[in-house]
Nanobody
Framework: EVQLQASGGGLVQAGGSLKLSCAASGFTFEDYHIGWFRQAPGKEREGIAA????????YYKDSVKGRFTISSDNAEKMVYLQMNSLKPEDTAVYYC????????????????WGKGTLVTVSS
């Protein structure tokens, strides 16, 4: 059974930091990109960051580039999202996902979804 267990969400003030964790199991970690989507109230889900399970290459959406850092521990099958300089507009439910290489990085391309974790950034 595929599982992507996200944790680490919470309430933080603008300018603060949070670190999300994702524990992956049930699939071959190195065969996928592992990443994060988020969905803000009233908005569509958007992919914000991903990391290759094979070579560690990364992707960031422009809106989080320079503030968020994605990393992985292949031995532990863990992926992390360090979020710094948080803004109220980062408030969303954050989902850990797995997507096969070569697929378009949108919600239709995602192969596996985890349950979300809520991040709330107060102004």
């Amino acid at each position: 059974e595929v599982q992507l267990q996200a944790s680490g969400g919470g309430l933080v003030q603008a300018g603060g930091s949070l670190k999300l964790s994702c524990a992956a199991s049930g699939f071959t970690f190195e065969d996928y990109h592992i990443g994060w989507f988020r969905q803000a109230p009233g908005k569509e889900r958007e992919g914000i960051a991903a990391i290759s399970g094979r070579d560690g290459s990364t992707y960031y959406k422009d809106s989080v580039k320079g503030r968020f850092t994605i990393s992985s521990d292949n031995a532990e099958k863990m992926v992390y999202l360090q979020m710094n300089s948080l803004k109220p507009e980062d408030t969303a439910v954050y989902y850990c996902i797995a997507i096969a290489p070569g697929k378009y990085f949108n919600q239709n391309g995602v192969d596996y979804w985890g349950k979300g974790t809520l991040v709330t950034v107060s102004s």
